[in-house]
């Protein structure tokens, strides 16, 4: 999950598990969230978004959880493969500004 | 274009120059934001433009940082005076309205002040 400390949170799982990252958000008027993927020397890429009038949103072979009442944000990647390793970013728009808000990211560790 | 594109991919400048990174944003889309990542660190935001309105500026770190965006399309950033603590790598974001539609991000430009 997300952390105040100077590394990145990792997380390291063997090929074909399934990983759970996790996210608090810390502003209740939050109304959209999104989970980007973001690999070495790339920008961030979109994966998956849900809205605060949801508690969970499936893609392929991803699922978000939003928990309200916690300010608590979970991606769960099924299946998890190797290509998955990359740092996994959070971000809430807050209702009405326009501009997500991102965390710090988790980075994601897939061992073959 | 089919996505967002950002030049230069990559700018080393020595302390004290100015440098511009430019922008071009994905075809139709009219919010356009400017982020700064430091190394292993989140995107920092620096500023947001939505169509013709005033641009948010509220997060450009000192009056060093100014952007522009021309025609509303493309977006320059420029930061004079460059320092040391100015290396990070910029990211540019366009998302179709700025309403919660999902942003699409560039592949950034690594700006490294020697």
């Known amino acids: 999950g997300e952390s105040v400390g100077l590394h990145l949170p990792t997380l390291s799982v063997q090929e074909g598990d399934n990983s759970i990252i996790n996210c608090a958000y810390s502003n209740s008027a939050s109304d959209y969230f999104i989970w980007y993927k973001q690999e070495s020397g790339k920008g961030p890429q979109f994966i998956i978004d849900?809205?605060?009038?949801?508690d969970k949103r499936q893609g392929q072979r991803v699922t978000v959880l939003l928990n309200k009442t916690v300010k608590h944000l979970s991606l769960q990647i099924a299946a998890t493969q190797p290509g998955d390793s990359a740092v996994y970013f959070c971000a809430e728009d807050h209702g009405g500004s326009y501009i997500p808000t991102f965390g710090r990211g988790t980075s994601l560790i897939v061992h073959p | 274009g089919a996505g967002v594109s950002q030049s230069p991919s990559n700018k080393v400048t020595e302390k004290g120059k100015d440098v511009e990174l430019r922008c071009d944003p994905i075809s139709g889309h009219t919010a356009l934001y400017w982020y700064r990542q430091s190394l292993g660190q989140g995107l920092e935001f620096l500023i947001y433009f939505q169509g013709n309105s005033a641009p948010d500026k509220s997060g450009l770190p000192s009056d060093r940082f100014s952007a522009e965006r021309t025609g509303g399309s493309v977006s320059t950033l420029t930061i004079q005076r460059t320092q040391q603590e100015d290396s990070a790598v910029y990211l540019c974001?366009?998302?179709?309205?700025?309403?919660?539609?999902?942003?699409?991000f560039g592949s950034g430009t690594r700006l490294t002040v020697v």
């Open positions: 849900i809205r605060s009038n949801m």
């Open positions: 974001a366009s998302s179709r309205t700025g309403g919660n539609y999902g942003y699409t």
